[in-house]
Every structure is written in structure tokens, then in C-alpha cells.
């Protein structure tokens, strides 16, 4: 018996997916396929895939046209597959040409021109591509551009900054339909902003955009103050927009990972999280805005650490800062819950080495350099025989999977995200108004 293998998404099953197994049929007697499971797209970075697993499987299964469906759980598993279930011919698509021919020393490889016209990506931007418009053109701005490449669905078209030739070069270089004179003229065109300014900006941009109507991703920290981010909030559910803190490492699929092994028992109760993160910076935005700072400018991330291990209560915060020019350099945040302590350390002009540790009853969490980018860690016990490493490594910076958040918001119509509920970027504001408040100075 002859077997066809071949593999896909087949995400909103479709024409073109239907004629590519019935020609794979005939290569064969009896055709496998290998649906990708929704981890390892994520992993490779195919976002926005609309159904699940078991959906996209039950739409392979009533085709009729499958023998046998698998799961496609990981890099190099063709190769196991075809040798493990005596394959004969792999059939795919052309899209893919020439990049299956290393399966050639296992069977016989053959590339099936693929339908004109329709696919899965087409399909889900048939329910509307949003247009999104950029607040900034800095650094950050210029990744989130580049990222939003690999994110269907959104299709950023225009940019403003307060200086208008640094929105035209913006505009040029990414090939924006818009470099828009005014903010309000931005508004006008887009359905979401991504507000990547100043911090002291983030909380009236975001107001104005929320009452435009529009969709807000807001680089965190969208607001200093806890009252000022729950107006937003407020006003978000009265213009039915969705409002989201950038907070990139909370949509890591690593950091979630390990948030939910950590949380689970494996190390027992959770007794106390430590986390450092330090950027070397002589000049700019960080040390010369109103509100700049290392609290300000990375705390963000620890705080998100700790709300989202020990929760969103703690019951005291104490911070010693190290000051030049009355900008603090260098703090050492002590958060205490019930039955843990927490500290952040956080420097734009100390370096030290940025992991997260997080210690349990029974053991620890160990999540090297650089942690909030989490594509690795490892679970550490008193036997170093049960320890255990995880690796999570995705392709960008990760602003692909905020933004795919963001995206699926909109779609859905929900105010919250699981990743990072309201009551946890409230938690975060929290810390951070608190932390900023009672820092006791060293050095000038
Ligand atoms: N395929 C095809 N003709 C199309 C679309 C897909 O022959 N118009 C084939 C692909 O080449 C692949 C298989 O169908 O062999 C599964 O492809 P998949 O990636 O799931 O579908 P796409 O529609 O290409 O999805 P996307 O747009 O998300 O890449």
C-alpha cells in the first residue's frame, strides 16, 4: 500500500485545502494528515489562527478525503512521522517549494500547485483588516511596525509624532499610506492606535483616542497612578473600545508557562519572587522626560511578575532609590504579601544581571536573562535530579503576540484579557504609584 502524507493549519477549511487532499489522494492509496497543533503555530509564530485544534480536525475528518489525521506537535517530527508510518510520498502545497526537499533521503517528495486565489489568511482579513495608526516614531515604534507584519488581520497605515518631518521619514520608510499633520487627524483615519510617546503622555492620548471611538494599545506604564488608569478603564466600556497595556512579556507564551507551572504546585507555595531588570542608558526619553526614572521606566515588568504570582493585594511597599540629577537610577522595590515577599530591582545606570527567581516550599523557578523576554526556565529542587528545563523560544521580540491579543480583542468584542486582566494592570499601577511615593533618596 502506497501511503500520502502531507500537513497543514487548515484553519476556516477552505477550497484550496479541499483540492490539495484530493490530489494528494491519488499520489496514494492511503493519505495522512498532519493538522499543526495550536502550540506549535504559536511557537513558530503563526498567529491569529481562528479555530481550535479539534475544530480544524473535525473539518480535515468530514472531508472525507482523509484516511487518518495526526497532530503536528513540534519541529523535525515529518521526519518521524514518515519513517514511522512507512510513508511512501509527502505532498504539499507550492508554496512551500524547495523547502521539503531535505525529506527526499526518507520518500518521495512532491509539490502540488496550490489553488489561486483563496486562503486562510484571505479569509479572516474578509471580516475586515484593521487600520491601525502609530503614536511615536522611536525605537519601540519602529519594532511594533515590523512586528505587526506577522499578525494578520491589522495593517498599520498611519503615523504622528509632534515633530512633523520625523512622521514623514516614519511614513516613507514603512511605505504608511498617512504621516498625519494633528493627532485628531491621525484619530480620524484608524480604528486602533499603538501609543508608543513619552509615559507622562500615555494617559491623555489614550483619552482622547477612547473617545474618537478608537482602540487603544498603550505602552506600558499607560498610567503612574491607579485612579487615572480606572477612569480609562471607565471610559473604554462607555465608548465600547478595547483598551490594553502593552505589556509585552504578560503574552509571551513562555511567561505564561511559567506563571501557570509556578502556580501549580510544582514548587510547592509560592514564598517569594525576585526580579531585576537593568538597561544601561546615558541619555534620552528615560533620564530626561517629567517622569523618567527606573521605577517608571521598567518596575512594569516586576510588578507584572509579582501580580501575577502572588496576586494583586500586597500589603506593603517600601523602595531605596539611588538618585543623580533627581532621576532615580538604581531602586530596590520590597513588596510584602501575606505569606510572601517580593523585590524588584530595577537600574538605568547600575547593570546587574536580570533574572527572576521564584521561591517555593519546595523548590524554585529559575528564569535566566533576559526573564521578560521568557523563552526559557527551569524548575530547581534540593534533588537536582528532578530539576527540569523548558524552553519556549519564539521568532521577533514579542510584540507579535501582544498585538494578536490586542487584534482578537477587537474581533471578539472583549473588554479583558485573561493574559493580563484590568484588575492586574490596576494591580500594577498600584505598585507603581506606591513604590514612586514612598522612595526613600540616596545620592543627589
Ligand atoms: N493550499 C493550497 N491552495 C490554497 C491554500 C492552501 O493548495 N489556496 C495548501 C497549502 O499549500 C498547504 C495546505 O493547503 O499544502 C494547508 O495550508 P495552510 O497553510 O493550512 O492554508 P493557507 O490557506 O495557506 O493558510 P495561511 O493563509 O494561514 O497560510
Known amino acids: 500500500m502506497r501511503r500520502v502524507i502531507t500537513y497543514g493549519t487548515f484553519d476556516l477549511f477552505h477550497e484550496g485545502h479541499r483540492r490539495l487532499l484530493e490530489r494528494a489522494r491519488t499520489l496514494g492509496d492511503y493519505l495522512v494528515v498532519g493538522v499543526t497543533s495550536s502550540s506549535y503555530d504559536n511557537g513558530r509564530g503563526k498567529l491569529n489562527v481562528r479555530e481550535s485544534l479539534v475544530e480544524r480536525i473535525h473539518n480535515v475528518t468530514q472531508s472525507g478525503l482523509a484516511d487518518e489525521v495526526i497532530v503536528e506537535e513540534y519541529e523535525g517530527q515529518k521526519i518521524h512521522d514518515i519513517q514511522r508510518l512507512g510513508i511512501s510520498t ?38 475586515g483588516v484593521i487600520r491601525m495608526g502609530v503614536v511615536g516614531a522611536g525605537r519601540i515604534a519602529r519594532r511594533f511596525v515590523q512586528e505587526a507584519r506577522f499578525v494578520s488581520g491589522v495593517n498599520v497605515e498611519a503615523v504622528w509624532t509632534r515633530r512633523p518631518e520625523g512622521a514623514r521619514a516614519f511614513a516613507e520608510e514603512f511605505e504608511l499610506r498617512w504621516a498625519n499633520d494633528s493627532y485628531e487627524d491621525l484619530l480620524a ?19 482622547q483616542a477612547i473617545e474618537a471611538g478608537v482602540h487603544v494599545l498603550c505602552e506600558k506604564p499607560i498610567a503612574l497612578h491607579r485612579d487615572e488608569l480606572e477612569t480609562l478603564f471607565e471610559l473604554a466600556d462607555k465608548h465600547s473600545v478595547v483598551l490594553l497595556e502593552a505589556l509585552k512579556t504578560a503574552f509571551s507564551p513562555g511567561f505564561q508557562r511559567m506563571v501557570a507551572i509556578a502556580r501549580s504546585g510544582t514548587i510547592g507555595t509560592i514564598r517569594s519572587v525576585d526580579a531585576t531588570f537593568t538597561k544601561l542608558v546615558t541619555s534620552g526619553r528615560e533620564l530626561e522626560s517629567a517622569e523618567a526614572g527606573s521605577l517608571s521606566e521598567l518596575a512594569s515588568y516586576p510588578f507584572l511578575a509579582m501580580v501575577k504570582l502572588l496576586g494583586t493585594e500586597p500589603t506593603a511597599v517600601t523602595t531605596r532609590a ?121 545620592g543627589g
Not at 92 to 99: C, E, H, P, Y
Not at 366 to 382: G, I, M
Open 322 to 442: 539611588i538618585m543623580a540629577d533627581g532621576v532615580d537610577m538604581f531602586s530596590r522595590v520590597d513588596v510584602d504579601y501575606p505569606q510572601a515577599i517580593a523585590s524588584a530591582t530595577v537600574g538605568l545606570g547600575v547593570k546587574s544581571e536580570g533574572d527572576l527567581v521564584v521561591s517555593g516550599t519546595q523548590g524554585y523557578v529559575y528564569v535566566p536573562a533576559p526573564w521578560w523576554l521568557t523563552e526559557y526556565f527551569e524548575t530547581r529542587f534540593e534533588d537536582p535530579r528532578e530539576n527540569r528545563k523548558y524552553f519556549y523560544k519564539f521568532d521577533g521580540d514579542g510584540l507579535r503576540y501582544e498585538l494578536a491579543e490586542f487584534i482578537s480583542m477587537i474581533r471578539e468584542g472583549s473588554a479583558e484579557s485573561f493574559r493580563l486582566r484590568r484588575d492586574e494592570s490596576r494591580a500594577i499601577a498600584s505598585l507603581m504609584e506606591r513604590a514612586r511615593a514612598n522612595a526613600e533618596a540616596f
Open 189 to 207: 483615519h484608524v480604528d486602533a492606535v499603538y501609543i508608543a510617546t513619552p509615559h507622562e503622555t500615555h494617559v491623555e492620548f489614550s483619552r
Open 90 to 127: 509527502f505532498a504539499i502545497g507550492s508554496d512551500w517549494v524547495g523547502k521539503f526537499d531535505y525529506l527526499g533521503d526518507y520518500c518521495e517528495v512532491v509539490y502540488l500547485e496550490r489553488t489561486k486565489g483563496i486562503s486562510s489568511t484571505g479569509l479572516r482579513d474578509a471580516a
